[in-house]
């Protein structure tokens, strides 16, 4: 995601899909080496969030008539949250958490 702006044609300091990019691929970066280095479900949560934002970001920065860096947010971000949701669901704890909470009920 940080590289995508140079490779798809559209980075520009003054372009906010670019700055979009560069922003959420950086901290989806951040936070997928910290869950790699001492996995937590809420590290895989934040990226999922991120996922989602970046999902969003054409249409709630304005960016959505940009048809390359449109198609990149959202591909990517739909590969991230789906990576995160999947990674979170992979944790013995939150399936407990899940499970028992459904007992429960």
């Keep these: 995601m940080i590289i995508s702006p140079w490779v798809l044609g559209f980075a520009n300091v003054y372009n906010v899909a670019a700055l979009s990019a560069w922003a959420l691929g950086a901290g ?30 054409p249409w ?4 959505a008539t940009q048809t390359k860096a449109t198609t990149n947010a959202v591909i990517v971000g739909v590969f991230v949250a789906a990576l995160a949701l999947w990674a ?17 009920r």
């Design 28 to 57: 989806i970066v951040v936070f997928a080496a910290m869950a790699a280095s001492t996995p937590r479900a809420w590290d895989e949560g934040i990226n999922a969030l991120l996922g989602v934002a970046l999902i969003a970001s």
């Design 60 to 63: 709630t920065l304005d960016f």
């Design 88 to 104: 979170m669901l992979s944790d013995q704890t939150v399936r407990d958490r899940l499970f028992r909470r459904q007992q429960t």
